[in-house]
């Protein structure tokens, strides 16, 4: 029973990352270009250069993401 | 309705896109309701181009984020070529941020950014960065410091200038005081808290730089407090910041003294997300028969 609920719950928490990552479509490479100089020096050369960290960066944004929602609908 | 005013200049709301949140500005055009936003403040310009501080830089804690970006910018001399065409064709007010590590810096990057024929409605100085000419001590930490250079920048420009305060002080209220008397139309108040991440399993700090600063959900009671003090202090506006993302919080921070609003952390959730307050907020004040946003501010009922 409990691990029927894991799996719905680990499912439902993968189906809201994809729907951040959908959400994300509208923004613009300037503002993609932005947001990587933000948060490397060097912007997308410096993630192109590091693309285990890029992509660990990019999960633990998602899973912030979620947990931002979750704060706002409290 | 939702109009508000500011010296002489209007906005179209009290909802302002916090500065560093929002690109240099233009950046959003396409994809983010502009026209509902009062205005847009730019990343922080310095004088020279910086990179800023070291990978990692942001780091993502429990209802809010830790930053160490370190002012990373273009410089002046580039903003001005490149950016500051592109913010005159947006749809709606912004303002320069501008930052420095001395009186100069500041001074010279506002008298660079006033040669140029730029649309902006004023200057949010940053004062939350260290002085090196006072041992890196930051500006905003000490009251006449913060005094001395914002009468010198009045003395220069005639646009909105917009005193943002650091809240890592014992008395803010006495800070925005005398931004007050040195001249300023506005204080922003608050910038971020200093604080520190650390990994629990290998003790390493999750900044390269040990300390950022905090800003988010947790902050707003904070930042209500400070805001709350300051409005009892002086007689100019306030811009209340610290972890909206909500219609509901842009009125808590109007009702304790908050002329306008800035929107910060909740750009990197979704920087779609502060256009949808324009509407929530109309829809509040016709329910509570309230004709203009601006009754609203100090509107509070102490317990």
């Known amino acids: 029973m409990s691990r029927a609920l894991n799996k719905t719950k680990d499912r439902n928490k993968i189906k809201s990352k994809l729907q951040i990552m959908w959400s994300m479509r ?3 490479i300037e503002y993609i270009d932005w947001r990587l100089t933000t948060a ?8 192109i250069k590091h693309p285990l960290e890029l992509l660990n960066d990019i999960w633990k944004y998602l899973i912030w993401c979620q947990e931002i929602d979750k704060d706002i609908s409290n | 309705m939702l109009k508000v005013k500011i010296k002489d200049i209007e906005f179209k709301s009290p909802i302002i896109a916090s500065s560093g949140t929002y690109g240099y500005g233009y ?3 396409n994809f983010v309701d502009l026209s509902k936003i009062g205005c847009i403040i730019t990343k922080s310009i310095t004088l020279e181009p910086r990179q800023g501080n070291p990978s990692p830089r942001i780091h993502e804690s429990k209802s809010g984020m830790i930053n160490a970006i370190g002012l990373a910018n273009v410089g002046v001399e580039e903003f001005c070529k ?6 005159n064709s947006i749809h709606t007010n912004f303002i320069i941020s501008v930052a420095g590590s001395t009186m100069e ?6 008298n660079k950014i006033e040669e140029y024929e730029g649309m902006h409605v004023g200057y949010e100085i940053n004062i939350s960065c260290p002085n090196i000419k006072k041992g890196g001590m930051e500006f905003g930490l000490n009251k006449d ?6 009468s010198k920048l009045r003395s220069i420009t005639s646009k909105l200038l917009i005193v943002k305060l650091s ?10 005081a005398s931004a007050e008397l040195g001249g300023a139309d506005a204080i922003s108040a608050i910038n971020t808290f200093v604080g520190l991440a650390i990994d629990h399993k290998t003790g390493r700090m999750l900044l390269s730089t040990t300390y950022g600063g905090v800003s988010g959900p947790a902050i707003k009671p904070l930042a209500l407090a400070k805001i709350y003090k300051i409005y009892q202090k002086i007689k100019i506006p306030i811009i209340g910041i610290g972890g909206i993302s909500s219609f509901e919080d842009i009125i808590q921070f109007m009702r304790v003294g908050s002329t306008m609003v800035q929107i910060g952390t909740l750009n990197y959730r979704d920087p779609s997300k502060i256009s949808s307050f324009y509407n929530k907020l109309e829809f509040f004040l016709k329910n509570n028969k309230i ?6 501010v100090g509107d509070c009922i102490e317990g």
């Open chain 1, 26 to 28: 509208k923004w613009s």
């Open chain 1, 40 to 47: 490397y020096p060097g912007g997308w050369k410096y993630a």
């Open chain 2, 27 to 29: 950046e959003v055009d």
């Open chain 2, 82 to 87: 490149t950016k500051l065409n592109k913010l």
């Open chain 2, 105 to 110: 810096d500041y001074v010279q990057v506002i």
């Open chain 2, 145 to 150: 410091i913060t005094c001395e250079l914002t």
């Open chain 2, 167 to 176: 809240p890592n002080v014992t008395n803010i209220e006495e800070i925005a």
């Open chain 2, 291 to 296: 004709s203009k946003i601006c009754d609203l």
